[in-house]
């Protein structure tokens, strides 16, 4: 099942189906099918060059965009916990002297959440991320950010074993059940949130959406209908999170996650998979 989905997940970069289209046109050649050789080599450099158009992409990113809108934090209803999902990077950006909250942009995802917090929608922030650079966890990266936004280490709540938008609803599910938590507003990209959202309410919990916006500006017609890798790379994201929703939406409610591995010190957390210092995991709440 794991290389059926790692296929798939190919398979939804429009670039990917056209080298295959193209693979399978040569092959038809060979065999002489020059009618369907060239109608794949066709199809094949017709999808892409459709999907490297900005208007196209766009549009197609839209039509996920739209299902949730964001609002003023001050007028999110009020929750357990703020959740912020990891992704897009860029920490060590954040890591410059004067880094202010005010003059954050709205697409950053942990800006959008120490906003929240800042507001009163809720007392707890949970980060959920696992994956990232070698010695370090993105909820660990978030959390040091966010601390400098002005959301103090005694509110935090790290998930960090999540390698998937499945595994974010899981994990975080199973840490909100433990802290008493039902009710939480999902911080994410707006393209991001439809699966999100859907996989965090099939783990067991009340959501409120509030999806940051991924900016692309289109400022004349050439920005618009001049085909770009960049735009093509942003259709293949929004097919993508089309094929994930596709799966979750197919898919029972979330069962509960693996319960996590016990550790003992520094030394378990290097060694045992999914296993972090207790530390790491509930920054905070209740401590200094």
Known sequence: MGLIHAIVVWLTYPLAL????????????????????????????????????????????????????????????????????????????????????????????????????VAGVAPVVILSGGVGPPGHREADNMARVIARLGVPRKALLLEDRSHSTRENAQYTAQLAR?????????????????????????AGLDVIAQPVPEIADRDDWLD??????????????????????????????????APRVQC??????????GCAPESSRHSGMGGP
């Not at 735009?231 to 069962?255: D, I, N, Q, V």
């Not at 003992?264 to 998979?273: C, I, N, R, V, Y």
């Open 18 to 117: 056209t080298t295959c289209l193209l693979l399978v046109g040569v092959l038809a050649l060979a065999l002489r099918r020059k009618v369907w050789a060239a109608a794949l080599v066709a199809v094949g450099l017709g999808w892409s060059a459709l999907w490297s158009m900005p208007v196209m992409s766009d549009a197609l990113r839209m039509s996920l965009e739209r299902e949730h809108t964001a609002v003023p934090a001050r007028a999110l209803p009020h929750a357990d916990a703020i959740v912020v999902l990891a992704g897009g990077g860029g920490y060590a950006r954040m890591d410059r002297a004067g880094l202010d909250l005010d003059e954050m942009h709205d697409s950053s995802r942990i800006a959008a959440g120490a906003r929240a917090w």
């Open 178 to 202: 433990e802290h008493g938590i039902h009710r939480v507003v999902l911080v994410t990209s707006a393209l991001h949130m439809p699966r999100a959202s859907l996989l965090f309410r099939k």
């Open 224 to 257: 618009r209908w001049l085909p770009s890798p960049r735009a093509l790379w942003r259709s293949g994201r929004a097919f993508k999170e089309y094929a994930g929703l596709l799966g979750a939406t197919l898919r029972g409610p979330l069962g509960d996650a």
């Open 264 to 273: 003992t010190g520094e030394d378990a957390a290097k060694t045992s998979p």
